[in-house]
């Protein structure tokens, strides 16, 4: 049961690896793009292309769709980026349900935890498969593997180290669970030194508004956390119009002269653009305007004249 591209590689794993695949369960197809013509997801084209059955439920509550799960008689139910399920589904599998999540629970439970894991600056993060039960990502835990995280890795990069490392760890989880070689492990135990658990909820565009105040290494790591999807973004006014740019590639400025406020702008007008923080200012390299394509600096400043009537304003004002 997957939707998203990060759900393609577990599916993939499991049939290289010659295990049956009774049935892939995806989301409907769903109107995208300029045309709003129906779509399926990366899911249900893979399961289309390597001829598997392929249930797109509305209802997962569905009496007819329940009874044609328990008419599979699954060994176990592999969940990867789907929907809560009902307890009428998790719990028809003889071996289990289990779920593969991209952290080491019990830290950043959610629905965004590679984008939380950089934005709060973690060095490491990882995936783990765990049993489901009643509540979202709280179930007895199978297995974890840790992953590093890059100092300039942002989330589409991470996206794709966990998307790897979760394909070999569900391959694992159901090799252990097919012959009962694994015991599960409840979340409590794992907590390192009682430490607070951070959450990982899902982010709205109200909050990718970048917060200038802040230290230079932590606008960094927001907006790497927000890369490139959903895209950590400004207001930009100039001459009483707003443009709205999301922020891509940069770094932290340290040691340069540049004496910037918080949400101050330097350009030179051709390849240079910079933002000042609480600190150094944040050089950018790459960014993209509302309806338009990424593109460098350089690019951006051929069409558009920073000068100083541009000013960044404040999303709530």
Same mark, same amino acid.
């Given at each position: 049961?997957? /939707?998203?591209?990060?759900?393609?590689?577990?599916?993939?794993?499991?049939?290289?690896?010659?295990?049956?695949?009774?049935?892939?369960?995806?989301?409907? =197809?769903?109107?995208?793009?300029?045309?709003?013509?129906?779509?399926?997801?990366?899911?249900?084209?893979?399961?289309?292309?390597?001829?598997?059955?392929?249930?797109?439920?509305?209802?997962?509550?569905?009496?007819?769709?329940?009874?044609?799960?328990?008419? %599979?008689?699954? =060994?176990?139910?592999?969940?990867?980026?789907?929907?809560?399920?009902?307890?009428?589904?998790?719990?028809?599998?003889?071996?289990?349900? $289990?779920?593969?999540?991209?952290? %080491?629970?019990?830290?950043?439970?959610?629905?965004?935890?590679?984008?939380?894991?950089?934005?709060?600056?973690?060095?490491? /993060?990882?995936?783990? /498969?765990?049993?489901?039960?009643?509540?979202?990502?709280?179930?007895?835990?199978? $297995?974890?593997?840790?992953?590093?995280?890059?100092?300039?890795?942002?989330?589409?990069? %991470?996206?794709?180290?966990?998307?790897?490392?979760?394909?070999?760890?569900?391959?694992?989880?159901?090799?252990? %669970?097919?012959?009962?070689?694994?015991?599960?492990?409840?979340?409590?135990?794992?907590?390192?030194?009682?430490?607070?658990?951070?959450?990982?909820?899902?982010?709205?565009?109200?909050?990718?508004?970048?917060?200038?105040? &802040?230290?230079?290494?932590?606008?960094?790591? $927001?907006?790497?956390?927000?890369?490139?999807?959903?895209?950590?973004?400004?207001?930009?006014?100039?001459?009483?119009?707003?443009?709205?740019?999301?922020?891509?590639?940069?770094?932290? /400025?340290?040691?340069?002269?540049?004496?910037?406020?918080?949400?101050?702008?330097?350009?030179?007008?051709?390849?240079?653009?910079?933002?000042?923080?609480?600190?150094?200012?944040?050089?950018?390299? &790459?960014?993209?305007?509302?309806?338009?394509?990424?593109?460098?600096?350089?690019?951006?400043?051929?069409?558009?004249?920073?000068?100083?009537?541009?000013?960044?304003?404040?999303?709530?004002?």
């Amino acid at each position: 049961m997957g /939707t998203p591209e990060f759900a393609v590689p577990s599916l993939g794993a499991l049939l290289m690896n010659n295990h049956n695949i009774v049935a892939v369960v995806s989301a409907p =197809d769903r109107p995208a793009g300029r045309g709003l013509k129906k779509q399926r997801s990366a899911v249900a084209r893979y399961a289309s292309e390597n001829f598997l059955e392929l249930l797109q439920p509305d209802n997962m509550k569905d009496p007819s769709f329940i009874k044609k799960i328990a008419g %599979l008689n699954p =060994d176990i139910i592999v969940v990867v980026a789907f929907r809560m399920l009902p307890e009428e589904i998790w719990s028809i599998p003889a071996k289990g349900t $289990f779920n593969l999540h991209a952290s %080491l629970l019990p830290q950043y439970r959610g629905a965004a935890p590679i984008n939380h894991a950089i934005i709060n600056g973690e060095k490491t /993060t990882g995936v783990t /498969t765990f049993l489901i039960d009643e509540k979202i990502d709280t179930g007895n835990i199978l $297995f974890r593997k840790k992953v590093r995280i890059a100092p300039d890795d942002s989330a589409g990069n %991470l996206h794709d180290k966990l998307m790897r490392e979760g394909a070999k760890l569900v391959v694992k989880t159901v090799k252990a %669970l097919s012959k009962d070689k694994v015991k599960p492990t409840a979340q409590n135990v794992l907590r390192e030194n009682d430490k607070e658990l951070k959450k990982a909820p899902k982010i709205y565009t109200k909050d990718c508004y970048i917060n200038w105040e &802040e230290e230079c290494f932590k606008v960094f790591n $927001f907006i790497r956390g927000l890369h490139p999807r959903p895209g950590a973004r400004i207001i930009l006014r100039k001459n009483s119009k707003d443009h709205i740019i999301k922020i891509g590639r940069c770094k932290c /400025t340290e040691g340069d002269d540049e004496q910037l406020k918080p949400g101050e702008i330097y350009s030179n007008g051709k390849d240079s653009l910079k933002i000042g923080t609480k600190g150094y200012p944040l050089e950018i390299y &790459e960014l993209q305007m509302e309806g338009r394509r990424r593109m460098t600096v350089p690019d951006f400043l051929k069409g558009f004249d920073i000068n100083d009537s541009a000013i960044i304003k404040d999303p709530l004002a």
